[in-house]
């Protein structure tokens, strides 16, 4: 398997995943053209996308969504609440009802050669998900946007090869930051987003000697930086009790603005 970053963080999250065979985009957060230079950074064709996997509604998750199914026509796989909220998205224009298909939380699908397994995550949105995807006994999740982890989402993230995971914040930058009240209390809040220390904790739970890529995503732009999110997580893995140095794995942060190479899974 294979999986890149295209964009991630508040302004626009967009992954690929996919095999010789299939190709799938999770999230479509950017404008067509970014996502299709992305793809074309890795000689990966837009036209070749097979389907295309949204998390949650919230705009910096669909907001190239309806440019993309209008010009490529791809199916779409999502809630049927998923659904009905991005169909309410006027900004979105028109997106073709039939591209939809409806997925639910532990159901398995598969596309082409890859197995696919949402699951529930604690988000305030109409029905979010984070996927698991399988492929020749080779398995990725994306897991971002979620207030809290708990032994249901820990479950589904177990014997992963390669993870996208949140760090999205730094609950101090957070408190001292100029937000306003309710947007603190929204991110920090279990439905919000998961911290840089959350985010260790949770890494802890699923670390194992295979895994290969951890990759933090959604990092916040007002709350976080890249060397901060990636110290504090490694600072958890050190400071835990398992037997593993953060050093043992290859831990990246996803950029922004800027499509990552291929990670070979
Ligand atoms: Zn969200
Ligand atoms: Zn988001």
Redesign the pocket.
Known sequence: MRISTIASG?SG?CIYVGTDNTHLLVDTGVSKKRTEEGLFKNDIDMKDINGILITHE?I??INGLGVISRKYNIPIYCTPKTKDAILSTKKLGEIDKDLFNNIYPDDEFAIGDIDICAFDISHDAAWPVGYRLTSDNKSVAVA??MGKFDDYIISHLKNLDGIVVEANHDVRMVLAGIYPYYLKQRILGDDGHLSNENSGKLINEILHDNIKHIILA?LSKENNYEELAFQTVKSEIELSDNKYKADDFNILVAKRDIASEIYYI
């Open positions: 508040s999250n919230h910096d998750h971002t946007d959604h």
